[in-house]
Nanobody, 134 residues
Framework: VQLVESGGGSVRPGGSLRLSCAAS?????????ISWFRQAPGKEREGVAC???????????????SYANEAEGRFAISSGNTENTVYLQMNDLKFEDTALYYC????????????????????WGKGTLVTVSA
């Protein structure tokens, strides 16, 4: 399994970015949990969003809070099953969103749940840097 992130960059507060995670070595029909995590300088890694490729289940995290309705947050995860790519659309970016964003995948699709950010995923990409600055 290989995961390659792209789409990071520098953006001003209020701006948007779309991150991509190109996955290879497995098929999305295999019901994987694919997640986005991030790690800011000096802080612990935290979960951002996950999608279960088998049934499209999605969960989001904002600190300790987890939620399934993407309308409650600023980010949206989606999967392009035909191209084995997962996207993270990030809107209304804030200074505190500055971090290295990682894509992670696990063969157990059910790990994409409200607790997804507490699980140790099988595979990780190298990350893409997002910097929000004025």
């Amino acid at each position: 399994v290989q995961l390659v992130e792209s789409g990071g960059g520098s953006v001003r507060p209020g701006g948007s970015l779309r991150l991509s995670c190109a996955a290879s070595g497995f098929a999305f029909d295999d019901d994987y949990a694919i997640s986005w995590f991030r790690q800011a300088p000096g802080k612990e890694r935290e979960g951002v969003a996950c999608v279960r490729t088998g049934d499209g289940t999605k969960w989001y995290a904002d600190g300790a809070r987890s939620y399934a309705n993407e309308a409650e947050g600023r980010f949206a995860i989606s999967s392009g099953n035909t191209e084995n790519t997962v996207y993270l659309q990030m809107n209304d970016l804030k200074f505190e969103d500055t971090a290295l964003y990682y894509c992670a995948a696990d063969r157990l699709g059910r790990l994409c749940s409200r607790w997804f950010q507490t699980y140790a995923m099988d595979h990780w990409g190298k990350g893409t840097l997002v910097t929000v600055s004025a």
